[in-house]
Structures are given as structure tokens and as C-alpha cells.
């Protein structure tokens, strides 16, 4: 199963969600920095409804479906708690 595969799919802890590889230390900061929305953009444009990024040290995961960013903020808000960033 793939990330884009559905919206219905749980994403399990082993699911492939796709994503620049960005580099070694620093992820996709460099590109980030350059340009925040260009660089969100691309991550729907070229990965789909999920992309899952790195910058520096903190993993990402960027839902892009409506249907997704309904499920999270709506249908299962409980599940996620805002933190520091």
C-alpha cells in the first residue's frame, strides 16, 4: 500500500510515504529555506495527497488531500496534539 494509494488506507508505521530524499544532514532545508510555499507546492505537485520530508532533525508529513485534512482536523482531531511548532 502507498500513501497516495487512499485516503480510506491507515498508514501504518512501515507504509512507504514518498518524499524528496533531501540531504544527509540538513534534509530539504536548503530548498525550504529558498522558497516555503514553491517548496509545499512541490511536495503535492510531485508526490501526491501525503509527502513525507525531513528538515534538520524533524520529520514531516504533509497531508494535501481535502478529504485527508478533513479526517485529521475534524474526524480524528483527538488523536494529534499541538506542540511547540
Given at each position: 500500500?502507498?500513501a497516495?494509494?487512499?485516503?480510506?488506507?491507515?498508514?501504518?508505521?512501515d507504509?512507504?510515504?514518498?518524499?524528496?530524499?533531501?540531504?544527509f544532514?540538513?534534509?530539504?532545508v536548503?530548498e525550504f529555506r529558498?522558497?516555503?510555499?514553491g517548496?509545499v507546492?512541490?511536495m503535492?505537485?510531485?508526490?501526491?495527497?501525503?509527502?513525507?520530508?525531513?528538515?534538520?532533525?524533524m520529520?514531516?508529513?504533509?497531508?494535501n488531500?481535502p478529504?485527508g485534512?478533513?479526517?485529521?482536523?475534524?474526524e480524528?482531531?483527538?488523536?494529534?496534539?499541538k506542540?511547540?511548532?
Open positions: 500500500m502507498t497516495s494509494a487512499g485516503l480510506n488506507n491507515t498508514l501504518t508505521a507504509t512507504h510515504i514518498p518524499g524528496p530524499r533531501g540531504s544532514l540538513l534534509g530539504s536548503p529558498r522558497d516555503q510555499l517548496f507546492q512541490r503535492q505537485r510531485e508526490f501526491g495527497a501525503v509527502a513525507r520530508y525531513r528538515l534538520g532533525s520529520q514531516f508529513i504533509q497531508v488531500h478529504d485534512v478533513q479526517r485529521i482536523l475534524q480524528i482531531n483527538r488523536n494529534y496534539v506542540g511547540e511548532y
